[in-house]
């Protein structure tokens, strides 16, 4: 069983990790630029150090969620390999809009579409997932229907 889950749960734990690299980016931040909790408003290069966490922050809940759902769904090691590449797209986002806001365009696009990757291999696992447990249901009742019928 835990075989099944090891990457989903070591992506995972790397997600959280980069979280909290993030919010230690802003705390730095406050204290260079001379913001006080709870004031969100200072200098550009605070507020752009501000938006990128909180944008990470959240999009996480999301990638969590499709990660799990296409790694138990579909294929651990995929999803896990789409995690990394989301979470490595993530840091450069975060790089990039700390420097300036134009620098975040590119690792957005990408991480999107890994995003989008994610969801779609969730939807195709759950799909045939269901559709697989719907043709045994189906497979197990025209039998039993069959036998009420004849028993007259």
Not at 8 to 21: I, M, N
Not at 99 to 123: C, D, E, N, Q, T
Not at 126 to 147: A, D, N
Request: proline share 5%; charged share 10%.
């Amino acid at each position: 069983m835990l075989d099944q889950i090891a990457l989903l749960a070591a992506v995972t734990v790397l997600g959280v990790l980069e979280q909290a690299y993030f919010a230690l980016q802003v705390i730095y931040a406050r204290r260079k630029y001379k913001v006080s909790p709870p004031e969100t408003a200072g200098p550009p290069e605070f507020e752009r150090v501000f938006r990128a966490q909180a944008n990470c922050s959240e999009y996480f809940p999301i990638f969590v969620s499709v990660l799990w759902v296409a790694g138990i769904f579909f294929q651990q090691g995929v999803a896990a390999v789409c995690g990394l590449l989301y979470l490595y797209a993530r840091y450069q986002y975060f790089q990039g809009y700390t420097l300036s806001a134009h620098g975040r365009l590119g690792p957005m696009y990408f991480s999107a579409k890994v995003l989008w990757i994610l969801i779609g291999l969730s939807m195709a696992g759950l799909l045939v997932h269901f559709l697989s447990l719907t043709s045994f249901v189906w497979r197990m009742e025209i039998p039993s229907k069959l036998q009420v019928l004849f028993r007259w």
